[in-house]
RNA sequence: GCCGAAGUGGCGGAAUUGGCAGACGCAGCAGACUCAAAAUCUGCCGUUGGCAACAACGUGCCGGUUCAAGUCCGGCCUUCGGCACCA
C-alpha cells in the first residue's frame, strides 16, 4: 500500500461527503434525538485553535451519538452582527454585509476542511434577514408582555465602541470588547427585564446538574441573591420616609448615621434652604465624575458630608444623622444604607474618620468585646445581643427573627429580596445590528411597527464614521417613516439590538430554519430541543448562557416551547494555550490551524487536539505532540497495510476456539478497548483516555507484525478499530474501510459493542502484600476461591521468607486484586 | 472577604467504586536496519542507595481513619477563575 497521505484522501472524502448530502437531518419521531451543538463563532475571518477544539470535541459526538443510532441535529452558523464588521468598514470603507459574508465564506471553508459532519443546509446566518426578521419578531413579544421597556438611566459607555454596554459587558470597569475604561452616562436606553426571572434562573439551576459547577456559581455569583429587611427611617424635618435595605436586621439598634448615595433622589431635597447645599452638591459632583474603577477599588477612602439633616430610627427612637457618601450604589437596595460601625466595617472606618458614634450590637459567645479595645467591626453571624431593648440577651439567630418581626408587626418594614442583576441593557448605538422595530410618533408617542412590516431592514445609505452618532440616524430613508397608529410623520428608532439577543435563540432556529410563517414551528423545537450536549468555551458562562436561558424560559411561559432550559448538558472547554499564554497575535504564539491542516492534515489535528488534554482543561500546543499524533495514524496505516490481505479474506463467523493463545490476548484486547472507548465517549467525555487505549490496541496489533495472525480475527480488529477510530478521525477511517471493506461508509456503521466473553480473564495476576506493601506478585486462574488464593499466596516463598518467625494477625483477600498479610 | 476548580515523573497526562501510583503520548537513552543520516521497529526510562537481588522514599504541606489513602476526614499552603464598598 502506498503510504498515507491525508491532504489527498481528505479532500477526496470531503468531496464526497458533500455531493452524497449524507449529514442531512431530518426529523423522526420515531427515532431518539440527540441534538449536539457547539457554539457558532463570529465571523471574524479565520478559525483559530479554540475553534478546532471546539469542533472537534462536537464532531466526535455527533459522529458516535449518529452511530449508537440516534437521530442527530448537528448544525452550525454565524453570530454575524457585531462591531468587528462595522470597524472594518469605517477604517477600510467595506461594507460591513460584504466584510461578514466573505468572512463567512472563508471560515466555512477552513471548516469544511475539518471534516465537520454539518448539515448545512440548516446553517443560520444572525445578519440575514430572514433570521432578524425574528429577532425583532422576538423583541415585539417581549414589548407586549412588559418585559422590553425604555429608559433614561445611568449606563455604561464605552467611547471606543461608541456604545452603551449590558452590565455583563463591563469586565472590571472595562469593555469586554476593546478592553477601554467604560464610563457612565445618563441615557435613555431600552432594557429587558431579566430581573422578573432573576428567582427562576437561580432556583433551576439545580435543574441542570449536567452542567460544570464552576459556570452555576458563576451565575449564581452573577445573580447574587439575597435575603433582609426593608425598612423606614422618618425624617420629621422634612416630612419624608427613607427605606433602607439591609441583610442584618440584628444589628438595628446599633445605627447611628444614615448614608446616602450621591445619586439618591433625596439628596436634592435636602438641599432646598439648606445652609450646606453648596458643599453637598460639590461633594455629589465630585463623587459622579469618579468612574466605576475610581470608586470601587480598594484603596479608595471612604467619605462623606453631614447634611445636617437627621431621621429617626424606628426601633428605639435614636435620633441618626444622614450623610451622603461615596460609598452607597444607587442601583442595588435602596441606595441608601443604615449605618451600624460596630457590625460593619466599612461603617466602622467612616465612623471612625468622622467621629461617628458606636454602638455595640452584638457580642460573641466565647470573649466579651469592649468598645474602647476594638480596632474592627465585629461582623460575624454569632452572639448574644446587647443594648437591643427587648432583644437584648437574645441569641443573633432569634434576635433577627424577631426584629423583622417587629418591623412587619409595627408597619415601617417588611422581609425583602434583593439581586445584584440588573436589567439588561439591550440598545447599542451602531449599525451593523437587528433593528429595534420601533417607531416614535410625537403624536401617539412609542409604537411597535406592526408585525406584518417585518423585518425593519438595514438601509444601504448610511455613513460610517467615529462619532457619538448612531450610523442609522444618517439615513433619512430609515428614520423618516409613517406613524402606523395615525398615519403622520414620524421616525424610527436608531438603535439596534445587542448581538447577544441574536444568540440567544439561534439554537431554536436551526430547528426550523427555513420557516417563513414562524421563528419556529412548537413541533419541531419540542422534538429537537432541548440541546442535549452543547460545548463551548468558559467565557460565555454568564453573558451567552445566562441570556439563552432568560430567552428560554420567556418562550416557555408564552408556550412556544415545552421545555424551560435550553442546554440540558453543558461542557465547557479549556484554552488552547502555547508557551504558557494563551494564543495570541501580540504574543506571537499563534499556531494557524490552516497550516497545521496543510501539513499533516484535519485527521492529525484533530486527533492531537482530543488527545493532548482532557476536555475542560486548558490545553497545551506541542508541534512535538502533534507529530506524535500524525505518528500515531501511520502506524494504524502502516499495520492495517501489512495485513490487508488477511482482512480481506478473513471471515466474521471465524472459530474463536482456533486462536492461540497470544491470539485470544489480542482479541481481550480489542473488546477492552471497545467498552472503554465505548465508556469514555458516551459517558465520561474523556477523549484523551479513549484514545489513547485505541493507542494500546494498535500496539498490541503490533505484536503480531512478523508474526502469522488468524484472518478472521485480522478482520475482526479492523473493523472494529475503524469503527471507533471513524468519529476521532474520520478521513483515513473512511479511506482505509473502503479499502479493506469496499462498500458503503464507516460513518454509518454502527457503533460497536463488546463480547462480554472476550474480556473475561482466565487467570489474573495478583499482588502479595506484606503489612500492606506490595512484595511479589503472582498469577493465579481467575475463578479460584479466596481461601484457595490466600492459600496460593501464604505458600509464595516470598512470603513465607517474610513471615517467618512472626506472627500472622490478619490477612485480607480482595478477589482478582491482592492478598494482604498482616504481621507482627 | 465570599464562592468554585485545581495541585501527580523532565513535560502533557492516567489511575472510573479506598486495592500494584505513573496507562498512553512527548522528550531522553540504548539496540536493530543503514556506508551514514532520517524514517521505521524493539527495549529502557519517578528519586536515592546497591554490581545485583532488593531496600528506602515518593501524588502541595501537617495530622487522622484504615490491613490498605492520589482517592475518605480535619487543618493549612499555593495557583487559577468568578463575585465583591451589594449594606
Not at 453631614?306 to 442601583?331: D, M
Not at 436561558?549 to 494555550?577: A, H, S, W, Y
Request: hydrophobic share 35%.
Amino acid at each position: 500500500m502506498e503510504r498515507y497521505s491525508p491532504q489527498e484522501i481528505e479532500k477526496k472524502w470531503q468531496k464526497k461527503w458533500k455531493e452524497g448530502n449524507v449529514y442531512r437531518t431530518e426529523m423522526d419521531e420515531k427515532r431518539p434525538k440527540y441534538y449536539a451543538l457547539e457554539m457558532f463563532p463570529y465571523p471574524s475571518g479565520n478559525l483559530h485553535m479554540g475553534h478546532v477544539r471546539n469542533y472537534s470535541i462536537g464532531d466526535v459526538l455527533a459522529r458516535y451519538k449518529t452511530m449508537e443510532g440516534y437521530n442527530v441535529l448537528h448544525p452550525m452558523g454565524f453570530d454575524a452582527f457585531g462591531m468587528p464588521a462595522e470597524n472594518a468598514a469605517i477604517q477600510h470603507g467595506v461594507k460591513p454585509s460584504t466584510w461578514t459574508y466573505e468572512n463567512i465564506e472563508n471560515m466555512k471553508r477552513q471548516q469544511d476542511q475539518m471534516g465537520l459532519s454539518y448539515d448545512w443546509e440548516r446553517e443560520v446566518e444572525t445578519c440575514r434577514e430572514d433570521y432578524y426578521r425574528w429577532t425583532q419578531w422576538l423583541f415585539e413579544l417581549f414589548y407586549k408582555k412588559g418585559l422590553a421597556y425604555k429608559k433614561k438611566a445611568s449606563v455604561n459607555w464605552c467611547d471606543t465602541c461608541g456604545t452603551v454596554l449590558a452590565n455583563e459587558q463591563v469586565i472590571d470597569g472595562k469593555c469586554w470588547r476593546c478592553d477601554s475604561e467604560v464610563k457612565k452616562k445618563d441615557l435613555s436606553q431600552w432594557f429587558l427585564k431579566i430581573t422578573d426571572y432573576a428567582d427562576v434562573l437561580l432556583k433551576d439551576l439545580e435543574k441542570l446538574p449536567g452542567w460544570p459547577e464552576r459556570v452555576k456559581t458563576m451565575q449564581e455569583n452573577w445573580i447574587g441573591r439575597s435575603e433582609g429587611l426593608e425598612f423606614t427611617l422618618d425624617v420629621p424635618s422634612m416630612n419624608e420616609k427613607i427605606p433602607v435595605y439591609t441583610t442584618r436586621p440584628d444589628t438595628a439598634y446599633g445605627i447611628t448615621f444614615l448614608a446616602l448615595a450621591a445619586e439618591h433622589p433625596l439628596v436634592e431635597k435636602i438641599c432646598e434652604n439648606n445652609p450646606k447645599a453648596a458643599e453637598i452638591k460639590a461633594f455629589c459632583e465630585k463623587v459622579r465624575s469618579q468612574s466605576d474603577i475610581e470608586r470601587t477599588s480598594g484603596e479608595s477612602e471612604k467619605e462623606g458630608i453631614f447634611t445636617g439633616v437627621t431621621c429617626v430610627n424606628p426601633f428605639n427612637g435614636n435620633e441618626v444623622q444622614i450623610w451622603v457618601t461615596n460609598y452607597v450604589l444607587a442601583e442595588y437596595g435602596t441606595g441608601a444604607v443604615m449605618g451600624v460601625p460596630s457590625g460593619d466595617q466599612r461603617d466602622w472606618m467612616f465612623a471612625k474618620k468622622y467621629g461617628i458614634d458606636i454602638i455595640l450590637t452584638l457580642q460573641p459567645k466565647d470573649h466579651e468585646l469592649k468598645l474602647e479595645e476594638m480596632t474592627a467591626a465585629y461582623v460575624e453571624k454569632e452572639g448574644v445581643l446587647v443594648n437591643s431593648g427587648k432583644f437584648t440577651g437574645m441569641d443573633f439567630h432569634e434576635a433577627t427573627q424577631g426584629i423583622m418581626d417587629e418591623a412587619e408587626e409595627k408597619g415601617f418594614g417588611k422581609r425583602m429580596v434583593n439581586y445584584r442583576l440588573r436589567d439588561w441593557l439591550i440598545s447599542r448605538q451602531r449599525y451593523w445590528g437587528a433593528p429595534i422595530p420601533v417607531i416614535h410618533c410625537e403624536k401617539c408617542g412609542e409604537t411597535l411597527v406592526p408585525e406584518s412590516e417585518l423585518p425593519v431592514r438595514l438601509p444601504e445609505d448610511v455613513e460610517f464614521k467615529q462619532g457619538t452618532l448612531s450610523p442609522l440616524a444618517t439615513s433619512k430613508s430609515f428614520t423618516e417613516c409613517k406613524c402606523p397608529k395615525c398615519g403622520g410623520p414620524a421616525h424610527r428608532e436608531t438603535d439596534t439590538m445587542d448581538t447577544f439577543i441574536c444568540s440567544s435563540w439561534y439554537y431554536l432556529r436551526y430547528m426550523d430554519p427555513h420557516n417563513t410563517e414562524k421563528p419556529f414551528e412548537r413541533e419541531k423545537a419540542n422534538y429537537w430541543g432541548p440541546v442535549d450536549q452543547y460545548i463551548g468555551g468558559i467565557e460565555h458562562a454568564i453573558l451567552h448562557l445566562l441570556y439563552s436561558r432568560f430567552f428560554t424560559k420567556v418562550l416557555k411561559d408564552e408556550g412556544l416551547v415545552d421545555f424551560d432550559e435550553p442546554f440540558t448538558n453543558l461542557l465547557t472547554q479549556g484554552m488552547v494555550i502555547k508557551d504558557g499564554a494563551k494564543m495570541s497575535k501580540s504574543k506571537g504564539n499563534v499556531v494557524s490551524p490552516e497550516e497545521i491542516i496543510a501539513k499533516y492534515g484535519a485527521d492529525t489535528a484533530r486527533l492531537f487536539i482530543l488527545f493532548a488534554a482532557p476536555v475542560e482543561r486548558d490545553l497545551d500546543w506541542s508541534d512535538q505532540g502533534v507529530e506524535g499524533a500524525y505518528r500515531f495514524l501511520n502506524r494504524v496505516w502502516r499495520i492495517l497495510g501489512h495485513f490487508e490481505e488477511d482482512i480481506k479474506s478473513g471471515k466474521a463467523g471465524y472459530d474463536v476456539q482456533a486462536l492461540t493463545k497470544e491470539e485470544h490476548d489480542l482479541r481481550r484486547v480489542l473488546h477492552v478497548t471497545i467498552k472503554k472507548v465505548t465508556e469514555d465517549v458516551g459517558e465520561r467525555f474523556m477523549f484523551n483516555t479513549a484514545v489513547s487505549s485505541l493507542m494500546e490496541l494498535v500496539n498490541a496489533l503490533y505484536a503480531f507484525q512478523d508474526k502469522a495472525l488468524n484472518a478472521g480475527l485480522a478482520r475482526e480488529v479492523a473493523e472494529n478499530l475503524l469503527k471507533m477510530l471513524a468519529p476521532f478521525v474520520p478521513h483515513i477511517a473512511e479511506e482505509l474501510w473502503n479499502r479493506m471493506f469496499g462498500e458503503g461508509s464507516v460513518h454509518q456503521q454502527k457503533w460497536p459493542g463488546y463480547d462480554a466473553s472476550a474480556i473475561v480473564l482466565d487467570e489474573v495476576e495478583i499482588v502479595l502484600q506484606i503489612n500492606g506493601k506490595v512484595r511479589d506478585k503472582v498469577t493465579i486462574p481467575a475463578d479460584i476461591d479466596r481461601a484457595e488464593m490466600e492459600k496460593v499466596a501464604r505458600e509464595l516463598p516470598r512470603a513465607k521468607e517474610l513471615t517467618a518467625g512472626k506472627t500472622i494477625v490478619k490477612v485480607i483477600c480482595v478477589p482478582k486484586k491482592l492478598v494482604n498479610i498482616v504481621v507482627k
